[in-house]
């Protein structure tokens, strides 16, 4: 069914704590952790608890918890005290911009100078 859990999804994994993470953050939808190969000083990633496969695909079925999801982006950046500085949000959409987990889930990056446009 449309955004119940998958067995071989690692983010799913990690929403059912079978593979550990460094939380930063939970909601009743969404948890944030700290990304295992980070590319900036902070480098979180926020996912919804339910299973959709990208960004769009998320919001064209529950807007609410993608409102969730860009509020906590928001907080993990303020909890991180990069809100002052400015941080990026980004959702990697296909493979060819950089997907690898097809669980929608956005990074949150800061800490650093970053440039524009992205590469
Ligand atoms: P994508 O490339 O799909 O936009 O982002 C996937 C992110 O998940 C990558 O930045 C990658 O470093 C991160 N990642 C992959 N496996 C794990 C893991 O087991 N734990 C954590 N915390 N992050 C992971
Ligand atoms: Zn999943």
């Not at 449309?2 to 999804?9: K, L, T, V």
Request: aromatic share 6%.
């Amino acid at each position: 069914m449309a955004g119940e859990p998958q067995a071989d999804c690692l983010f799913c994994k990690i929403i059912a704590k079978e593979i550990p993470a460094t939380v930063v953050r939970e909601t009743e939808t969404t948890l944030a952790f700290r990304d295992i190969n980070p590319q900036a000083p902070t480098h979180v990633l926020v996912i919804p608890k339910v299973h959709y496969a990208d960004a769009a695909t998320l919001a064209a079925a529950d807007p609410q918890i993608t409102a969730d999801l860009l509020r906590e982006a928001g907080e993990v950046a303020a909890g991180d005290e990069v809100d002052g500085t400015g941080y990026r949000i980004v959702f990697n959409t296909g493979s060819g911009a950089g997907q690898t987990v097809f669980h929608a889930h956005a990074h949150v990056l800061g800490g650093r100078g970053l440039n524009w446009p992205p590469g």
